[in-house]
């Protein structure tokens, strides 16, 4: 066949009303909404067709910040292995075949899941810091608040080792730890923070962070307005201590989860750019700067069955993430819920990241999504509902007062209990008769602190990811 032909070829074009008029005809008399609307588990409407928004106008990003990542996004690696001597093979390894970031994650904190580097051994900040010296890549600090003291032992360590040259996000979060039912005492951030801007680091020091709400069963807009709280907390705590709104701003990094809902995750990530936008004009701040997204794969998606089909939806997750603009991306292994993971698990991670920057070229294209009607509606319709949840969650005094009267967990809970129940590959859906082995470097420890929010593993339990 000559290829000639297909130049004459084509679809008449169809306007919006056309379209729909075709559509109808296929549904032969079936009722259009209920047949082709569907609804996000917030509520929200998502409609088969969207006219392309025009005059849209890309959100930013902060991805310079990285040392030798070029254009894109942080590709951070978890250095959670108690063992040290081990730690520290796995993060080498990790640095020379492509990441750019390291979290040095400790037992206890929300973002451990059961694994993590024990609190006392602090020596692991010392070679940390002496590699980071020698090639400075970016480190983010995932601790509980009780362990608030780690953050300047790891300052100190990298200062004296000469590492000023690295990003450092030391994630202080005294409202994860109280979700969690630890100690959380909010005050003693300020003076702690101070501390650690008084070394000079470039990236950031304090941590608005959704995850353990989503961990738990929040739904997106939820999981932005525990975010969006939390800044909120933040500002007037460090407005009473004499700083500008600009600095919070600046010294505060977000974080969220990224789980397979692929539409849903990018417009969960360019929301919340929206309302650090819109919270920064608030405070009167004339040019409002990006803020720094931290995204994480979703935790309460990863299924114990079948875990290899983990690793499909730790690809859509970080392509939504990569694609939404986010600063800094963490992958959890495809077998983390089954125990401490080993070196092919680790590298899958790290290369699930690398493949879609170097060979779909993800972070060549800033917010890819800007002008997509779908995505442009969605966005909105998910910052205006999670400003709502926001806007209630401060008429009661603010996001300490609901953590402490037990409003936020009893909201996260109604939104598990009201998840609707899906079919999970692998797990519900076409199961495996025989599981295959898998290999881990040991079991995890107790993930949840009794008392707070509890990250249950959905899946496994058959119920909605």
């Given at each position: 066949?000559?290829?000639?032909?297909?130049?004459?070829?084509?679809?008449?074009?169809?306007?919006?009303?056309?379209?729909?008029?075709?559509?109808?005809?296929?549904?032969?008399?079936?009722?259009?909404?209920?047949?082709?609307?569907?609804?996000?588990?917030?509520?929200?409407?998502?409609?088969?067709?969207?006219?392309?928004?025009?005059?849209?106008?890309?959100?930013?990003?902060?991805?310079?910040?990285?040392?030798?990542?070029?254009?894109?996004?942080?590709?951070?690696?978890?250095?959670?292995?108690?063992?040290?001597?081990?730690?520290?093979?796995?993060?080498?390894?990790?640095?020379?075949?492509?990441?750019?970031?390291?979290?040095?994650?400790?037992?206890?904190?929300?973002?451990?899941?059961?694994?993590?580097?024990?609190?006392?051994?602090?020596?692991?900040?010392?070679?940390?810091?002496?590699?980071?010296?020698?090639?400075?890549?970016?480190?983010?600090?995932?601790?509980?608040?009780?362990?608030?003291?780690?953050?300047?032992?790891?300052?100190?360590?990298?200062?004296?080792?000469?590492?000023?040259?690295?990003?450092?996000?030391?994630?202080?979060?005294?409202?994860?730890?109280?979700?969690?039912?630890?100690?959380?005492?909010?005050?003693?951030?300020?003076?702690?923070?101070?501390?650690?801007?008084?070394?000079?680091?470039?990236?950031?020091?304090?941590?608005?962070?959704?995850?353990?709400?989503?961990?738990?069963?929040?739904?997106?807009?939820?999981?932005?307005?525990?975010?969006?709280?939390?800044?909120?907390?933040?500002?007037?705590?460090?407005?009473?201590?004499?700083?500008?709104?600009?600095?919070?701003?600046?010294?505060?990094?977000?974080?969220?989860?990224?789980?397979?809902?692929?539409?849903?995750?990018?417009?969960?990530?360019?929301?919340?750019?929206?309302?650090?936008?819109?919270?920064?004009?608030?405070?009167?701040?004339?040019?409002?700067?990006?803020?720094?997204?931290?995204?994480?794969?979703?935790?309460?998606?990863?299924?114990?069955?079948?875990?290899?089909t983990n690793i499909l939806r730790n690809t859509i997750a970080v392509f939504s993430a990569g694609t939404a603009g986010a600063d800094e991306i963490t992958v959890l292994p495809h077998t983390l819920a089954l125990g401490l993971p080993d070196p092919l698990a680790r590298r899958i991670a790290r290369n699930t990241q690398i493949v879609?920057?170097?060979?779909?070229?993800?972070?060549?294209?800033?917010?890819?999504?800007?002008?997509?009607?779908?995505?442009e509606a969605l966005t909105e319709a998910l910052a205006e509902k999670a400003w709502e949840i926001f806007a209630g969650i401060e008429k009661t005094g603010g996001l300490s007062a609901a953590i402490a009267s037990g409003d936020i967990k009893a909201m996260v809970e109604a939104a598990r209990a009201a998840r609707t129940r899906k079919?999970?590959?692998?797990?519900?859906?076409?199961?495996?008769?025989?599981?295959?082995?898998?290999?881990?470097?040991?079991?995890?420890?107790?993930?949840?602190?009794?008392?707070?929010?509890?990250?249950?593993?959905?899946?496994?339990?058959?119920?909605?990811?």
């Amino acid at each position: 066949m000559d290829a000639s032909i297909l130049k004459d070829a084509g679809f008449a074009p169809v306007d919006e009303a056309g379209w729909r008029k075709l559509a109808e005809k296929a549904l032969k008399g079936a009722d259009f909404d209920a047949t082709l609307v569907s609804r996000s588990d917030d509520g929200l409407e998502i409609r088969p067709i969207y006219t392309r928004r025009d005059g849209a106008v890309p959100l930013a990003h902060s991805h310079a910040a990285t040392p030798h990542a070029g254009d894109a996004w942080t590709v951070n690696q978890r250095r959670d292995d108690a063992d040290l001597a081990r730690a520290r093979a796995q993060m080498a390894d990790d640095l020379e075949n492509g990441a750019t970031g390291i979290a040095l994650t400790f037992r206890g904190s929300a973002a451990a899941h059961g694994a993590g580097i024990m609190a006392g051994d602090e020596t692991a900040f010392r070679k940390t810091a002496a590699s980071c010296a020698a090639a400075p890549f970016s480190l983010r600090l995932e601790a509980g608040f009780a362990d608030r003291v780690l953050a300047t032992t790891l300052a100190r360590a990298l200062a004296e080792a000469g590492a000023e040259k690295a990003p450092v996000h030391f994630g202080l979060d005294p409202f994860t730890s109280a979700l969690a039912g630890a100690y959380s005492e909010t005050r003693e951030s300020v003076a702690l923070a101070k501390t650690l801007i008084g070394f000079g680091f470039s990236g950031t020091v304090l941590n608005a962070d959704g995850r353990l709400a989503h961990n738990a069963g929040a739904g997106e807009a939820l999981e932005l307005a525990v975010v969006a709280a939390a800044l909120a907390e933040n500002l007037r705590l460090f407005d009473a201590a004499g700083m500008a709104p600009e600095a919070v701003f600046a010294m505060t990094s977000l974080s969220l989860a990224a789980d397979q809902d692929q539409f849903l995750t990018i417009a969960k990530c360019r929301a919340a750019r929206l309302i650090h936008a819109k919270m920064q004009a608030a405070c009167g701040i004339s040019e409002p700067k990006p803020a720094h997204l931290h995204v994480e794969t979703s935790w309460r998606m990863l299924t114990k069955r079948d875990p290899e089909t983990n690793i499909l939806r730790n690809t859509i997750a970080v392509f939504s993430a990569g694609t939404a603009g986010a600063d800094e991306i963490t992958v959890l292994p495809h077998t983390l819920a089954l125990g401490l993971p080993d070196p092919l698990a680790r590298r899958i991670a790290r290369n699930t990241q690398i493949v879609l920057i170097t060979e779909s070229n993800l972070a060549h294209v800033a917010d890819p999504a800007a002008g997509a009607g779908g995505i442009e509606a969605l966005t909105e319709a998910l910052a205006e509902k999670a400003w709502e949840i926001f806007a209630g969650i401060e008429k009661t005094g603010g996001l300490s007062a609901a953590i402490a009267s037990g409003d936020i967990k009893a909201m996260v809970e109604a939104a598990r209990a009201a998840r609707t129940r899906k079919p999970i590959v692998g797990t519900t859906l076409f199961p495996l008769k025989t599981e295959r082995p898998l290999t881990v470097l040991g079991p995890l420890a107790e993930a949840a602190a009794p008392g707070g929010l509890r990250a249950v593993l959905l899946a496994d339990l058959a119920e909605v990811v």
